[in-house]
């Protein structure tokens, strides 16, 4: 799988970006002015982030962001720039244990999913679509090769 393949975590896939902008300022203790003061935004803007109702900050703002709170290159930006579906393997239809939904690798194609389920020797493959509330998920089997 090349890093080009893999779209992301499900983890990140299923954390928003103000839910994740608090669970790193949480790891480090700090309020929300504190990070405000770290990343030269104001204490109501990193609220606004967190509640969701700042939902696509600039490009600066999200590097300051990430500068402050350690979190790699990029990785806040992916958040706001989510794919609206994405596939993965899958040993069975139903998704009898929900903790292993939060699990990759994700990709962005079908086809890519089925490579990934038949290197695993799994029978399907989910489609997740992006909705508010939370994602929709399909399972389809996986077609034979061509």
Do not use: C
């Not at 939902?55 to 989510?82: D, F, M, Q, T």
């Not at 939904?101 to 997740?128: C, K, Q």
């Amino acid at each position: 799988m090349t890093g080009a393949n893999y779209v992301v975590s499900m983890l990140v896939m299923m954390e928003k970006l103000g839910e994740t902008v608090k669970r790193l300022r949480e790891a480090k203790s700090w309020s929300q002015r504190d990070l405000a003061a770290k990343a030269l935004v104001t204490g109501a803007y990193v609220a606004m982030l967190e509640t969701g109702t700042k939902r696509k900050p600039s490009i600066a703002v999200l590097r300051r962001l990430e500068r402050a709170l350690g979190a790699p290159y990029g990785a806040l930006e992916a958040l706001v720039h989510l794919p609206q579906a994405w596939w993965r393997a899958e040993e069975a239809r139903d998704a009898a244990d929900t903790s292993k939904l939060r699990a990759g690798p994700f990709f962005a194609t079908r086809e890519e999913a089925e490579d990934e389920a038949r290197r695993r020797g799994y029978s399907f493959v989910a489609r997740y679509q992006d909705k508010p509330g939370t994602p929709i998920r399909r399972a389809l089997p996986v077609r034979p090769r061509a």
